[in-house]
């Protein structure tokens, strides 16, 4: 019963972030849009991995192909707040060399029968690696309002899931293996961190460009 009212509690907010980015859409700069559609694809694989968990239906490929599209909003909402050519290429590039270790992954030794623990945690280690590449690019610049600054609070939401959910991604497959009521207490760890991370989000679709 607790399973599901968290559940229902991170799926609340997030609906209530998209909602928020929804209504504001038409006032939203580029990248902010680039977020919000990311939003409402993450909710929507939130939500149909919390129904085929109901039905005891496999949806660990989910998982799988959402490590991708992750990466992908997040190189694509990165890149449209990096002014510098090369920089946008690093991530560009790093984001190809992902694809294809994670199309070879998905052939050897990360199937879809199994969470995706390497690839998920190569992603992390990128997503921070990125949002480090904007932090710095952000501070040189002279007149920065911190709290009206929506990379700041993006970046945050980003590296506070990123490195929050690094090694609970990585070690998933040996959580596997205890009992499911303290993998339940350990996944809650998650569920926190998405609702921490979607608050931020809220700040940023609040922020005056």
């Known amino acids: 019963m607790q399973f599901l009212l968290f559940m229902c509690v991170v799926i609340l907010v997030q609906s209530s972030v998209v909602l928020l980015g929804g209504f504001r859409y038409r006032s939203l700069p580029r990248p902010l849009r680039i977020l919000e559609w990311f939003l409402v694809v993450t909710l929507g694989v939130v939500v149909m991995g919390f129904v085929l968990s ?9 998982s799988h192909l959402y490590t991708l ?11 449209s707040w990096i ?6 290429s690093v991530l560009l590039v790093s984001f190809l060399v992902f694809f294809v270790f994670w199309i070879v992954s998905k052939f050897t030794f990360e199937p879809f029968s199994i969470d995706d623990g390497w690839t998920a945690m190569f ?7 990125f949002s480090a590449f904007l932090l710095v ?11 009206n600054d929506m990379r700041l609070w993006v970046v945050t939401g980003i590296v506070v899931y990123a490195s929050g959910t690094l090694f609970l991604f990585a070690f998933f497959n040996r959580m596997l293996q205890i009992s499911p009521d303290r993998l339940k207490i350990i996944w809650s ?3 926190i961190l998405m609702i921490i991370t979607n608050l931020l989000f809220a700040r940023a679709f609040l922020c005056k460009e």
Do not use: A, D, P
Not at 54 to 62: D, E, S
Not at 69 to 79: A, D, G, T
């Open 54 to 62: 109901l039905f005891h239906v496999h949806n660990l490929w989910l």
């Open 137 to 147: 690019e952000v501070v040189r610049e002279n007149e920065i309002v911190w709290m």
């Open 83 to 88: 002014k510098q050519k090369r920089t946008r």
């Open 123 to 129: 992603s992390k280690v990128l997503q921070i690696t």
């Open 189 to 191: 760890v998650n569920w």
């Open 69 to 79: 599209i992750e990466l992908m909003f997040i190189v694509l909402l990165y890149s």
